[in-house]
């Protein structure tokens, strides 16, 4: 980017967790950066690039002197409109939707909590501006992110109130597909579950990073739910919602993680048929507790319990795919390949940019503008390992 910078823009600026953990590491390593934003100074974000275009900040920075952000000086604020009415960077059809930040879980590979804080919750009427904003700009989807969506209302009202939440966007007319992520599995209520049964606007989709299942493991990850309880939350979800989607993701090599441990994991994926799965190899965060337990475990131990986890995966992920052969579904198009052959969307069951696409064949030389970003109806014709084949209907 520091390349990209002396040929194309002005100005470089690194903002998030990384800045927020390594600032003042990062001030020295990187003196092409004109300017770093800590995500607790996202707040200031406009005045802090007003000031350095209107200081001249850059030019300092050009004869290498380290610009530190308490040296830029405060311009006034822009206002709540400008700030929600913000740039949407994934395209013209679906938009995130943050509805509070930081988590109070501590699980103890994790490093969030130390970096972005507590839990906390945004405000249930500003949550719904920013969702009308976005239907304004024609985005049909809403992606509803927080690092523990089910933590939603805790801290502010006292109860959980993500159904609540959900509902109230519902009803926003532009809006057809609302589909909410990373839900830890003891927040997922019966309540939450009737909703998302009821709700036609709700994607029949639960991402539940359960993250292991052995207990014992569990209890060293301080994870709040056991093998058990996560066990009959899927059954409950599937005898509710026959057609829902559930998608997990699992931690291999985690500290202490025996033999026996692993076999328990791989026996519960082949038992649980998760839809879709994500698996990481442990990785050590620095300051966090397991980064200092006993019992690492080595690299290539990681590396072939993940690729064993992926395997059994693998074989389910054919089979789910094979079931859909024939089925019909609602596509959202949002492309189309180089060759103009296919179309490619993503139905109810797909998360833009985690999961697998639909290629809907372009046999009757469709004009592309009548069909992109729009829903159509297609019949599945076939598959590979993550993907799905399509025709129209
Ligand atoms: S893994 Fe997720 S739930 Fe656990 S502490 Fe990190 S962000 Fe929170």
């Not at 995130?96 to 109070?104: H, M």
Request: net charge positive; with cysteine.
């Amino acid at each position: 980017m520091a390349d990209f910078k002396k040929k194309n823009c002005k100005y470089l600026i690194v903002m998030g967790c990384l800045v927020q953990r390594y600032y003042d590491d990062l001030l020295k390593a990187l003196p092409e950066v004109d300017l770093f934003i800590k995500i607790d100074e996202y707040d200031k974000l406009w005045e802090k690039i007003d000031s350095l275009i209107k200081k001249g900040i850059v030019e300092k920075s050009k004869t290498k002197k380290i610009t530190k952000i308490s040296e830029i000086p405060t311009m006034p604020m822009l206002d709540e409109e400008d700030f929600l009415n913000r740039e949407i960077t994934t395209g013209k059809n679906f938009a995130y939707l943050k509805i509070g930040e930081g988590c109070s879980n501590r699980c103890t590979y994790c490093a969030i909590p130390y970096i972005r804080g507590p839990f906390v919750s945004r405000k249930k009427e500003d949550i719904i501006e920013e969702a009308k904003l976005l239907a304004k700009k024609g985005i049909k989807e809403l992606i509803i992110i927080a690092q523990d969506t089910t933590k939603y209302g805790l801290d502010i009202y006292g109860k959980s109130a993500l159904a609540e939440l959900l509902d109230e966007i519902s009803k926003i007319r532009e809006i057809k597909w609302i589909r909410f992520l990373y839900s830890y599995p003891e927040g997922i209520t019966d309540e939450l579950i009737d909703f998302v049964s009821k709700n036609k606007k709700i994607a029949k989709y639960f991402d539940i990073p359960i993250q292991h299942s052995s207990n014992k493991v569990l209890k060293t990850m301080n994870r709040k739910t056991n093998k058990e309880q996560i066990t009959s939350l899927i059954e409950k979800i599937r005898e509710k919602i026959p057609d829902v989607t559930l998608r997990t993701s699992l931690i291999v090599g985690f500290p202490g993680e025996t033999k026996e441990d692993f076999e328990d994991l791989k026996e519960f994926v082949k038992q649980a048929k998760f839809d879709k799965l994500g698996v990481f190899p442990y990785s050590k965060e620095e300051g966090t507790p397991a980064a200092k337990l006993p019992n690492q475990i080595h690299g290539n131990t990681k590396k072939k319990r993940y690729k064993k986890i992926m395997e059994i995966q693998q074989e389910i992920s054919k089979e789910k795919q094979q079931n859909l052969v024939g089925k019909e579904f609602q596509v959202l198009i949002e492309d189309i390949s180089f060759d103009e052959r296919f179309f490619i969307g993503r139905t109810f069951s797909n998360v833009p940019d985690i999961d697998g696409l639909v290629y809907i064949k372009n046999n009757k030389k469709i004009n592309k503008e009548e069909v992109l970003n729009n829903f159509v109806k297609a019949k599945i014709t076939d598959f590979n390992e993550y993907d799905l084949i399509a025709e129209f209907i």
